[in-house]
C-alpha cells in the first residue's frame, strides 16, 4: 500500500528522491533494529520466567508486538480507505468501457453458435 501511495502523491520531478530517501531510511531503521535487538536480548536475559526466560526468545516477542502494533495503527488510519475507495471517474469509465466490450463479444459469439 504504502509504494503504491507515494507513486500516486509524488510528483515525476521528486518521485527520484523520494524513494532514495525512503530507502536510506529503511535502510538505517534495519540497522538501528539489529544493532538494538542484541542489547535488548542481552537485557532481557534471564528476567523473564519460563519459555521467555532466553533474552532472545523475549527480544524477538517483543518485536513481533511491536510489529503488530504497527500494523494495527495502520489499519486503523486506513479504514476510511477500506470503507470507501476512491476511483477516479477515468477509472470507471474504463471499467464500464470494457465492460460493455465484453459484453458485446459475448453476444456475437452466443449469435455464431445459433
Do not use: C
Request: aromatic content about 8%; cysteine-free; hydrophobic content about 45%.
Amino acid at each position: 500500500m504504502g509504494f503504491t501511495h507515494l507513486h500516486e502523491q509524488v510528483t515525476d520531478e521528486l518521485r527520484g528522491r523520494t524513494f532514495a530517501a525512503l530507502y536510506t531510511l529503511t535502510r538505517t531503521a534495519l540497522l538501528i533494529s539489529i544493532t538494538a535487538a542484541a542489547f535488548v536480548a542481552a537485557i532481557l536475559d534471564g528476567k523473564l520466567p519460563g519459555i521467555f526466560s532466553s533474552g532472545i526468545r523475549s527480544a524477538l516477542v517483543l518485536g513481533g508486538v511491536v510489529v503488530a502494533f504497527a500494523g494495527a495503527i495502520t489499519l486503523w488510519n486506513m479504514r476510511k480507505t477500506f470503507s470507501r475507495p476512491h476511483i477516479p471517474e477515468e477509472a470507471l469509465r474504463t471499467f464500464e468501457d470494457a465492460s460493455d466490450t465484453f459484453t458485446e463479444i459475448r453476444g456475437r459469439r452466443r449469435k455464431e453458435r445459433e
